[in-house]
């Protein structure tokens, strides 16, 4: 039995993670006949099935026992044998990502992209071989867009064994609550996974290399952050450097130096969150005179092109933060491209958000970053204590804190720390992207009582004054 | 076969424009010479048109910069329009840019957090929060109103240029004023005989023009121009005449007007007028002048001092002849009398031929009969 496979396409997407396939589904609404390949049955990449979504599904239940247990009282609830089931927050987990993995499907087929399910592999620069279960197929395209993301980065010592030494992909799917986890490196990966085991009774302790945690924040927003995350029983030491680490018995020991001092800790598990690297394992790039930079990363240009510029790139294999927005974003750009239209990413306006109680959201510039560039700033603060929402609701830690260009007040960056961070920053966003002063912000209609009046206090504040402080 | 339109030679110094207007949509059917869309340019805007009968395909968008023969849509020939904004005519166009492989998209996607503030810098260097006054008791409070209006490239041009004029010359102006009685009396005596020979109405730029002419024939140097070392001196007097339009000011040239008969010169500024009200005037009609003259008296001026139009080295204003009581042959008259301006590059023209050349032209105007015997 033989069947004619269509081969031949426009566009050829490798990837099916949040890049990969919003690019696909672009091309294919902009008109162009596209495929996207996908090594994993399920569609999605690390976003959808071991990154943003099942994290923020555990964080929810997390953050749903834990405020039951601590934060309910305040509100006059009290419980009486409190408990949760591990394996009901996995399976609720689980049923989000199939849904949204069957949800992509629906859109391809939709939007009449061809899903071929298989490792791609280059032969030249129009052509590519798939291996499938069932045997290998070429394919034929004009234009390819590379977006085959990340993977966890090991500590070199100490490779995943996803039970005892797990990667944020381990994490999500623990059987149970270790006693005691030592999570390697401070970033947002380790502290919101760190965040939902300290919430279901683990000891987390943290180990970062440099000198505050979430680095790329704002500083003051990591200060903020850290002390906050302290009072909930998370623990941190900075300035440590891991040096060694091996599986002893059930546990995991590992040793750093802090203070040039060798410190011993263990755990029963060890989450190691030190980073990801760009993912192009068989890809076999360097027939096609794709380039990669040192670490591995793709190199583009201004257009998303590699040096074979019929071959695109975008998400994490390229450089810029590592995010799920931040990929699709590139993904529609370089689908615009590819037919035709002209099209901006901006990098200054990627929003970063760390989901964990409360949450931080950031864009734009840090007052460290504008002052390294040489531009004049004004900063305001305003807390979440002087805002009456917040104060309703019971969580009043945390600030907005606003960097402005001294000359016209033009706002360069926003940093949050607080109750729905992650929501208000679009408000940040939007502003920033419009090339909104701190005055037009701040003479912004805001509904009270809400959380975003925060935001427009901290305007005020860089204009005249808040009223409210 | 699909015919590529390309955006046309606008003039020599011209390498960019700027897309102003899009006329006719993508995917809509033009006729052959229909006007398709309107570039702007340092000098002027140019329409262009399509060349061909068919279903249009644009690829540039309003304000974006486009360079000299670079393409900037097709047509794909059809007798008969197809359905409008046809969709698969538009998928077909698509499909085939993407196999050139090489996008047309010229500007950058991707802008990091550096460049994007550089960017910031240059093109806006103040969306400026203005303090509101301090309010003057005594005086009332101004609110700031009103609105702001993005400067057009030709407007751009024209500030830059100007300013660049009084910094790079040593313009001065000198004065004269001519008795226009003779030159009213040939007109109104010959008018009408010289519109039906010739289908223009004789004005009074005819005049001036031949009289310039003649002018410039005595005096070389005001028809020259400097280039660094060295002082270039024209054959031809291809003399601008400033128009003034809704869109700002454009002088097309008259060109070799020392061999150009009176009708000839009318006959010529009036295409000039007309193209210019339809905003059809070409780079080419604009460039090459070695004089000018402007003509500040159709609104109603009765002395300026017109500003050089670079590189040329001098400028003649004229301006609105006004009666007025003067002395002729020691008794006091009342003739049409008209004040001549003659603006001029010191560095190359002196006083004394500067005075010399205004006089030459004031004595052709008073006494027409010279311009017959000198030129």
């Not at chain 1, 240009?301 to 590139?330: C, Q, V, W």
């Not at chain 1, 009270?448 to 204009?463: N, Q, R, V, Y």
């Not at chain 2, 400067?151 to 102006?173: D, F, H, W, Y």
């Amino acid at each position: 039995m033989s069947v004619s496979v269509d081969n031949k396409f426009d566009l050829i997407v490798i990837g099916a993670g949040p890049g990969g396939y919003v690019a696909a589904i672009k091309a294919a609404q902009l008109g162009l006949k596209v495929a996207c390949v996908e090594k994993y049955q399920p569609l999605g990449g690390t976003c959808l099935n071991v990154g943003c979504i099942p994290s923020k599904a555990l964080l929810q239940s997390s953050e749903v026992y834990s405020f039951t247990k601590h934060q309910a009282q305040i509100h006059g609830i009290t419980f009486k044998d409190l408990s949760f089931d591990l394996k009901k927050m996995m399976e609720r987990k689980q049923q989000i990502i199939s849904s949204f993995n069957q949800g992509i499907e629906g859109l391809f087929k939709k939007n009449k992209v061809v899903r071929i399910q298989g490792r791609a592999s280059f032969i030249s620069k129009d052509e590519i071989e798939i291996t499938t279960l069932a045997g290998k197929q070429t394919y034929f395209a004009k234009n390819f867009i590379l977006a085959t993301g990340s993977k966890p980065t090991p500590l070199p010592f100490l490779p995943f064994d996803e039970k005892q030494v797990i990667s944020s992909t381990g994490a999500l799917s623990l059987t149970e609550v270790p006693k005691k986890m030592i999570v390697v490196g401070a970033g947002v990966i380790g502290v919101e996974l760190g965040s939902v085991y300290s919430r279901l009774g683990s000891e987390v302790i943290f180990l970062e290399f440099l000198d505050r945690i979430c680095p790329t924040l704002d500083e003051a927003a990591s200060k903020g952050f850290q002390k906050i995350l302290e009072k909930q029983g998370l623990k941190f030491h900075l300035k440590a450097k891991v040096v060694k680490g091996e599986r002893s018995g059930s546990g995991v020991e590992i040793h750093a130096e802090i203070d040039g001092k060798i410190e011993k800790f263990f755990s029963d598990v060890a989450l190691v969150a030190i980073g990801r690297k760009p993912y192009t394992e068989g890809l076999e790039l360097e027939k096609i005179g794709v380039k990669q930079d040192a670490k591995g990363f793709v190199i583009v240009d201004s257009f998303f092109r590699t040096s074979n510029p019929s071959i695109l790139a975008i998400g994490d294999i390229i450089d810029g933060p590592m995010l799920a927005h931040k990929a699709e974003e590139e993904g529609i750009a370089a689908a615009e491209y590819l037919a035709g239209h002209s099209a901006k990413v901006e990098y200054m306006m990627i929003p970063n958000v760390v989901y964990t109680t409360p949450e931080v959201a950031a864009v734009g510039l840090t007052e460290q970053q504008a002052k390294d560039l040489g531009i004049q700033i004004k900063t305001s603060m305003f807390p979440f204590k002087a805002n009456s929402r917040a104060r309703c609701m019971a969580e009043e830690e945390g600030f907005v804190k606003i960097v402005a260009r001294s000359e016209d007040l033009r706002i360069l960056g926003v940093h949050i720390v607080g109750p729905h961070a992650g929501e208000l920053i679009s408000e940040a966003v939007v502003a920033m992207q419009n090339k909104m002063s701190a005055k037009d912000l701040s003479s912004t209609f805001h509904a009270h009582p809400t959380l975003s009046e925060a935001i427009k206090e901290s305007a005020m504040m860089i204009g005249s004054k808040a009223i409210h402080l | 076969m699909k015919v590529e339109i390309k955006v046309p030679a606008v003039g020599e110094s011209v390498t960019e424009a700027t897309v102003a207007r899009i006329i006719k949509q993508n995917g809509s059917f033009v006729e052959k010479n229909e006007e398709i869309l309107e570039l702007e340019t340092d000098k002027v805007n140019q329409v262009v048109t399509a060349p061909e009968k068919g279903v249009l395909s644009l690829l540039v968008t309003v304000d974006q910069k486009v360079k000299i023969s670079e393409v900037i849509g097709s047509i794909e020939p059809a007798s008969i329009p197809s359905k409008p904004q046809s969709a698969p005519a538009a998928v077909e166009v698509k499909k085939e840019e993407v196999k050139k492989e090489v996008s047309f998209v010229k500007e950058a996607i991707r802008i990091p957090t550096e460049q994007y503030l550089k960017e910031q810098k240059k093109e806006e260097p103040a969306k400026k929060m203005e303090a509101p006054l301090p309010c003057d008791k005594k005086a009332p409070c101004q609110t700031p109103s009103g609105k702001r209006v993005r400067m057009s490239g030709l407007r751009r041009t024209i500030a830059q240029k100007l300013v660049e004029v009084k910094n790079t010359t040593a313009m001065l102006t000198t004065f004269n004023e001519v008795d226009m009685s003779a030159v009213m009396k040939i007109r109104s005596d010959q008018k009408d005989q010289f519109e039906k020979k010739f289908g223009v109405k004789l004005g009074f730029l005819s005049f001036f023009v031949t009289a310039c002419s003649s002018a410039l024939k005595a005096f070389p140097e005001v028809n020259a121009y400097i280039e660094k070392d060295e002082i270039v001196y024209n054959d031809s007097h291809h003399i601008g005449i400033a128009v003034s339009t809704e869109k700002g000011l454009f002088v097309p040239v008259l060109r070799d007007c020392q061999s150009l008969s009176f009708a000839q010169i009318e006959s010529e500024v009036m295409v000039f007028a007309k193209k210019a009200r339809e905003g059809s005037i070409g780079i080419a009609d604009l460039q090459g002048g070695t004089f000018t003259i402007t003509n500040g008296g159709v609104f109603g001026s009765l002395l300026s001092t017109p500003i050089l139009n670079p590189p040329q080295s001098a400028i003649l204003g004229m301006h609105k002849i006004q009666e007025r009581p003067v002395a002729v042959g020691g008794q006091v008259v009342i003739r049409p009398m008209m004040y001549l301006a003659l603006s001029y590059d010191h560095r190359i023209i002196d006083g004394k031929e500067a005075v010399g050349f205004l006089v030459h032209i004031k004595e052709c105007l008073e006494n027409p009969s010279k311009l017959l015997l000198e030129s």
